[in-house]
């Protein structure tokens, strides 16, 4: 009689983590952009290293340094839409 089969260790997946570090919008470095969280105040907040742009934004338990970056990068596009708009009504009563 033959031996019983023994059970594989199950294999560990490799979680892979998110980038706290990215480029910056205003002055295109790379992993200029350092994002920090704190976590007792609700607040997450990002900073330029190079040309020292900041940003601040309300967060939850679930939010990953990402989510910051991406709130920042929505911010600014809803700023240039805002001035685009603004910059066309004042060609209007030109």
């Known amino acids: 009689m033959g031996k019983r ?19 910056c919008l205003f002055c295109n470095h790379e992993k200029s952009v350092n994002c920090t969280m704190d976590k007792k105040i609700n607040i997450g907040s990002l900073s330029c ?21 991406s709130d920042w990068v929505d911010a600014c596009e ?6 685009a708009g603004d910059q066309k009504q004042e060609d209007e009563y030109d």
């Open 49 to 69: 290293k190079v040309c020292g742009q900041s940003f601040q934004t309300p967060i939850n338990s679930l939010s990953q340094p990402i989510d910051i970056y």
């Open 78 to 83: 809803a700023v240039a839409e805002q001035e």
């Open 5 to 23: 089969k023994t059970k594989a260790a199950p294999v560990k997946k490799v979680k892979q983590k998110l980038d706290t570090q990215f480029s």
